[in-house]
């Protein structure tokens, strides 16, 4: 068998599962607490869970255990990788790096850690880079230069329907300044420095949304890119029409649900647009 690099990201990517089968990316599962349940995120029902947080009921995440992480990539090793890429969420929002690091220390194959500074469809598809170069062959530097390529590039713009998620969850960072009681306003924000900022405040949620796609075609620019549009409870058809037809150059549109653990945190009705050059 010949020796390859592996590519192992985390739940938190997004990234669809045929996505991941079709590049042979390893996904950790970050675990979620719904009351008194505690599983791997995508164990949950999404409409329940919407319901349970519409509700008010107590949900929270935490990052895999660091075993989760060894027995991916003790799969990898003995499948014939050589070296692994592993790249994850940012620190700054959730430890799952750290778990991801302890593991690799355990695992007799160099594993090389990446804390992609964001999340959602930014790592999703910087993890695709990274198989699709592994695929082709490519050397361990190359493959880390493709992913971390792929992440310097990419912009996640965010709607959410109301900050108190995210402020509940302590994940609201920069984005504190947004806070406000008036319903009426939406915030939109992006991760920059690797955790939640602010973009805007928006007078209704129509004008917001509209926002959020003026702000992904100013992203995209003239270049060729990838666009992913995730959801949580929200309805994403209007806004997936209006992306292709006012970005000139786009390579492959992924639309998909947002995974369980970053829905906690944005609560339902939120919206991300991925805006990632491909070369």
């Given amino acids: 068998m010949s020796a390859h690099i592996a590519v192992v990201t985390d739940s938190t990517s997004c990234l669809p599962d045929q996505l991941a089968a079709r590049w042979g ?11 008194d349940v505690t599983d791997d995120e995508h164990r949950f029902d999404r409409s329940q869970l919407i319901d349970a947080m519409k509700a008010g009921r107590p949900v929270s995440t935490s990052p895999p255990d660091p075993g989760a992480f060894f027995w991916t990539y003790q799969d990898a090793a003995s499948s014939g990788a050589s070296a692994i890429v592993s790249m994850h969420i940012s620190g700054r929002l959730s430890e799952t790096v750290q778990a991801a690091r302890e593991a690799a220390q355990q695992v007799r194959i160099p594993v090389h850690i990446i804390d992609s500074g964001t999340a959602s469809m930014s790592l999703g598809f910087a993890a ?15 493959v880390l230069e493709a992913a971390e390529r792929r992440v310097r590039g990419s912009t996640e713009l965010i709607y959410v329907d109301t900050l108190e998620y995210l402020r509940r969850t302590g994940r609201v960072g920069a ?24 973009l805007a405040r928006v007078p209704g949620a129509k004008r917001a949304m509209n926002r959020l796609v ?5 992203a995209a620019g003239d270049r060729k890119v990838d666009l992913a549009i995730t959801r949580f409870g929200s309805d ?13 150059d786009v390579a492959d549109v992924v639309v998909g649900d947002a995974s369980t653990v970053i829905g906690a945190h944005v609560g339902p009705g939120a919206m991300s647009i991925t ?3 491909v070369n």
């Fill in 128 to 142: 695709v880079s990274a198989a699709r170069v592994s695929g082709a062959g490519g050397q361990l530097e190359r």
């Fill in 175 to 198: 984005a504190q300044s947004l806070l406000g009681n008036a319903f009426s306003i939406k915030p939109l924000l992006t991760v920059r420095n690797g955790e939640i900022s602010p």
């Fill in 25 to 35: 990316i390893g996904v950790v599962q970050v675990q979620l607490h719904a009351g």
């Fill in 214 to 218: 003026e702000l992904a075609v100013k």
């Fill in 275 to 277: 805006v990632s050059p």
């Fill in 236 to 248: 994403e058809r209007e806004v997936v029409q209006r992306l292709k037809a006012q970005i000139p």
